[in-house]
DNA sequence: CAGTGGTCTAGACCACTGA
DNA sequence: CAGTGGTCTAGACCACTGA
């Protein structure tokens, strides 16, 4: 039996392939069930989960169409990595540290421990075809990710290695996004002149079960990258 | 006979009248089919359609939760005025131009239009507690939004114009955010001083067809002003 | 008017959870 | 093991679109 996901897939590369063209219409939802041997609401699942990624835009009581070029895909959060590689950037990192300490009361709050709780600090600087794109820190709570502080972080991607190694699941972040100046000491970093506009992204991610399992900020530099979200109304 | 968003309403009402607490679990899917009436599909778009905007929480296999306190609400897009008016702040604005010009290249390649074709350019100084707050620049086609350069715009939301002037619904928005500095004559707008940090906000809106309606530039300043956004995995 | 997507029903079977 | 959400079926009726 066919399933939402197979069927999402087949349109998918029925899309990419050019059978399906930009700004054309879907066959009749009633169609394709009865060509692929499922019932509708099947279809339909799988066309709302293309429609949710923006590769086809529903119209009430009219044909789905297939999007244009130009929009891009969806508003998930990604890894450093893997938004860089989509990019098509090689990226790399240096890790700076990587400790066990106590949480102050801005980590405290942030992560929803007690104040003077162990937690994990990394600070990675990272790099986006050689050249140093971004300084991220991470706070994370020591009780549930300890053994991260003796795997190999430099090259991978941390949501990968929650994932694999502790079958933890990033899937909600709330992000702030402000503009700063340099100081000094994080221009020397890059190697860069203090002063020069940055983005600093403030992050809380949460699991499936609703619980924080890191706060981060990333500092980037405002002459080389730019923030890409899509969203909904 | 109950629909998905009176069901979704009523989930809505029990949370926040408190009677289904945060952290707690939510009755089984069948049991509030049953008690409402309707079948079990049609509780469960209505539980998605929360999970969707973070009121709740699903797990697979277990009961479905009700969120934390601190978890925000959807990642859909505000207008300026709205969104200022939800972080409790009173917004105004002065319009600075507002006439019919032709495309450029970058213009009619974001609008999709031929470059010499007519658009209307709108751009606004925006407050926010009598403090300028964002410059924003608008470019629209003009053969559809010609009646707008006849309205008053300085204090209505672009997009409840659109929507009830025209019965055009932005749904969809392409964005990038970078880090940049204030030149010497954007500082004067704002009146501070230039070198200070930026946010640059380029913005492309799309209808319920797919459609381009806008591109827009805004400039925040970025000793007053923090974009939030969720991101989802 | 026929075509089409939006929504709903009343079941069914599955995989996973946790006692 | 019972409880639970995830997915699917094979229909049904509705409202809107556009010829």
New binding site residues.
Partial sequence: ???????ADQLRKRIERGDLKPDS?????????EDL????????????QLAEEGLLV???????LVAGDKISRSASFMSFSEEMRARGWRPHSVMRQSTATVADVPVAAQLNLEIGAKVIYLERLRFADGEPLALERVHLPYARFAPLLSLDLTNQSLYTVMEEALGVRPVLAEESVEAVLLSTQEAEIFGTTAGSPALLTRRITRDEEGYVIEAATSLYRGDRYRMALVRRR
């Fill in positions: 039996m066919l399933t939402r996901d197979q069927i219409a879907l066959p009749p939802e009633r169609l394709l069930a041997g499922v019932s509708r609401m099947t279809v339909r699942v799988a066309i709302d529903r119209r009430p009581n009219r044909r789905t």
